[in-house]
């Protein structure tokens, strides 16, 4: 599988990772983690996270180039451009909250 391909996982103990493959029509997954660990798995025990995909206008497309250009943060249009930071917004979430 390409990275384009890939398919984005979460797994209760071990946390989000890539399928790298399967075997056994579907039932076992191979899967590399962020920590590193490269696991067989039951395919059932894993949820696929869905990446929403949003085409931006060509507006919005320049005025995001032009402002890495200038090296600033175009806030305009972030939201849009952002994407695929489940696992660290998570992360703060759990620590804010211990502290709270």
Known sequence: MNEKNSKIVFHNIFGEGVVLETRWDGIE??????????LWLP????????IEEKELDIISSRRLVEAFRLGV??????????????YEIDLFQKALDTII
């Open 29 to 38: 997954s191979r899967v590399k983690f962020r920590s590193g660990l490269c």
């Open 43 to 50: 395919t059932k025990w894993l949820k696929t996270l869905q």
């Open 73 to 86: 943060v175009p806030h305009q249009d972030i939201e849009s451009f952002t994407f695929g930071r489940a």
